[in-house]
């Protein structure tokens, strides 16, 4: 089958460092996306791993392991906008289909 | 340049009507995906469209129905609406079907 995992919410306070994990199973793979979701609003792109290693843009950073299934958005330096859901997607090899997980609510506290 | 743009951002319908969609995707982008989003989930896959083909379908009801037309602008039709269709549908695109997709602010449909 195919399955993404995330947790359900996590809190961090201002300027700190927060990761989020993701695990997945799916039947083959083809690129791992993080996406940033505020409350009421459309999800905006944050990262894409295709290879294993870390990818770093600015304050966020995206990790994956495909041999692990495995990979985790670190963000530094925290800040109150940083308050949202983040999404984990999935592309399957040999598919169209984007599997995304439920996400995260980031809760970033003063 | 423009973002995805959906139409309309609101809708509200009865059990039974039927609805369409829009989405103009980025200039440039061949690929076209319609999610369905229920609160408190993530978006869950509907369709993907790529110069006018399907190339995906998720497991939706064949109440479910989409196009691409020539411009790669894109409707996501839905026939005898259920209570349970209410959600956020949301319109991505990308370059082709490989690359981060960009989406929409999407349309919230309410059946009532």
């Known amino acids: 089958g195919q399955n993404i995992d995330q947790p359900t919410e996590m809190t961090a306070t201002e300027g700190a460092i927060v990761q989020i994990n993701c695990t997945y199973q799916?039947?083959?793979?083809?690129?791992l996306f993080w996406y940033q979701q505020h409350a009421g609003e459309a999800p905006t792109f944050l990262s894409y791993?295709?290879?294993?290693g870390l990818e770093e843009k600015g304050r966020f950073s995206s990790f994956l392991s495909r041999s692990k299934g495995y990979s985790y958005l670190l963000l530094k330096e925290l800040q109150m906008k940083d308050s949202a859901s983040y999404l984990c997607a999935v592309k399957a090899s040999g598919t169209y289909k984007y599997i995304f997980g439920t996400g995260t609510r980031l809760k970033v506290l003063a | 340049d423009a973002g995805v743009t959906q139409s309309p951002t609101h809708l509200i319908k009865t059990r039974g009507q039927h609805v369409t969609l829009r989405c103009s995707p980025i200039?440039?982008?061949?690929?076209v995906s319609w999610y369905q989003q229920v609160l408190g989930q993530g978006p869950q896959f509907i369709f993907q469209y790529y110069e006018k083909e399907e190339r995906g379908r998720g497991n939706f009801p064949d109440r479910f129905s989409a196009r691409q037309f020539p411009n790669y602008s894109s409707e996501l039709n839905v026939n005898a609406l259920l209570l349970g269709d209410s959600a956020l549908y949301l319109c991505?695109?990308?370059?082709?079907?490989?690359?981060?997709?960009?989406f929409g602010d999407g349309t919230r449909l309410s059946i009532l």
């Open positions: 799916t039947s083959g793979f083809n690129g």
């Open positions: 991505a695109s990308s370059p082709d079907s490989d690359q981060p997709q960009h």
């Open positions: 791993n295709v290879l294993d």
């Open positions: 200039s440039g982008h061949k690929s």
